[in-house]
């Protein structure tokens, strides 16, 4: 794996990560009611959960890469397609996070991040589609899905304590507003990138 590789999937990376989902949506709503440090232990279930789903999808890839080389090409497409469509999504967004309430947890903060991480297929499927343009059909998809999984999962813990120090310490900079104009600007991005992985020719 070069580095130009590794530098394009951490962009990659972080354009998805900066832009609130789910996961973000209840470590905000914490992080306003309950404080920073709510959030943080949300972010640790996260990542926790997420650590699992790299190992699957990293285990599942080297099979598939065995079995179907010649099929990457349509995974290539089916990872640019998700991209582009991820883009168009976050123009239509509306800037709300963290807005609505969010049920304490019974099992603790950290437990409902493991719990929520799970809960959105969405990350699995992400991580199914995008990873697979990076990596190279010759050598060990294992490895490479680990590598790349753990730059995504150092990436997104980052955005998540952004957003959790925001809400928890100075909440009226998180204004719809200003995440309105991340949005628009990542899905612009992700849009770019989608069309420039589809026609990316793999050497």
Known sequence: ?????????????FLIAVVPGPTVTVIVANSLRAGTRAGLL??????????????????????????????????????????????VRLWRSDGEIGSGEVAPPKGGYFWQGVLVIWSNPKVLLLLGAIVPN??????????????????????????????????????RLLTKGRVRVVERISGTLLVGGGLWMAALKRV
């Open 1 to 13: 794996m070069t580095l130009t590789v590794l530098l394009a999937f951490a962009l990659t990376s």
């Open 42 to 87: 949300n972010i640790a279930g996260t990542q926790a959960g997420l650590a699992p789903m790299v190992l699957i999808v990293a285990a599942g890839l080297e099979t598939v890469v065995a079995l179907m080389a010649d099929w990457f090409l349509i995974v290539k497409m089916l990872g640019a397609a998700y991209l582009v469509w991820l883009g």
């Open 134 to 171: 990076f990596v190279d059909p010759a050598v060990s998809a294992f490895w490479q899905t680990l590598v790349l999984g753990g730059t995504f999962m150092v990436i997104a813990t980052a955005c998540d304590m952004g957003y959790a120090l925001l809400a928890g310490r100075a909440g």
